[in-house]
């Protein structure tokens, strides 16, 4: 129900939403409290290609009213790559002793068989003020990708990042490191039958530091 007082207080009506795609979390820290995300329908052609203006918020119950609030235009697209999730996070991100941030993860898929293609991506958000403030922007926190020929030949990268908080701070916030594995797999047939088949499987990790210049924390772009 108190979705329903959320959208009053949007000037919203459901029909103008997204409402598969809209997502609550009590936050596990404040039990009067919840992270709402609110997906405004922007432009529809079809189930599968439109676009999105969020609202990502907190509501607070005892008050019954939404105390911070994030708005962002046509920032979330369904287009050849699908959106299909949203998730929020509400692990401790500690980004300094007065700082806790929670995160919102999105989810994409690419529809082609021969090329799969998965991808989950990271933002991170804290209070500022009656706002929330979007700290760190799309980081990638999953990835599969590959491409698949006749049989079972093909290859795939299977990658997954962890953010980690670091003691080291920057601009007076803690660092966040990205522990990044990778799973490259290489499939090649070895012989007349198409499941005579030859898999090697190598894995990499990177650490990817990311801190915190100019309003927001900075990463390289290492899964495109």
């Known amino acids: 129900a108190y979705i329903d007082i959320i959208l009053e207080q949007l000037n919203l009506k459901p029909e103008d939403c997204v409402e598969r795609f809209i997502t609550e979390k009590r936050l596990p820290y404040d039990d009067e409290k919840s992270i709402v995300v609110i997906p405004k329908l922007s432009h529809k052609e079809d189930e599968d290609f439109f676009s999105m203006n ?24 369904s287009d050849a790559m699908v959106f299909s999730g949203i998730s929020i996070d509400t692990a401790p991100y500690k980004l300094n002793k007065a700082t806790r941030a929670f995160g919102i993860m999105v989810t994409y898929y690419g529809s082609s068989r021969v090329n799969p293609y998965n991808t989950t991506l990271m933002s991170l958000f804290v209070p500022d003020g009656k706002k929330l403030k979007k700290v760190l922007s799309d980081y990638p926190v999953f990835l599969f990708r590959g491409e698949f020929g006749f049989g079972c030949q093909g290859n795939s990268e299977n990658t997954k990042a962890e953010l980690i908080m670091s003691k080291q701070e920057t601009n007076g916030y803690h660092d966040i490191i990205g522990k990044i594995t990778s799973e490259y797999t290489v499939a090649e047939k070895t012989g007349d039958d198409d499941f005579d088949c030859n898999e090697e499987t190598s894995i990499e990790v990177i650490i990817d530091t990311l801190r915190f210049q100019n309003g927001k924390y900075v990463f390289k772009e290492r899964l495109n």
């Not at 969020?54 to 697209?77: G, R």
Request: aromatic share 24%.
């Open 54 to 77: 969020p609202y990502i918020l907190v509501f607070d119950h005892k008050a019954n009213k939404i105390i911070y609030q994030f708005y962002e235009s046509e920032s979330w697209t």
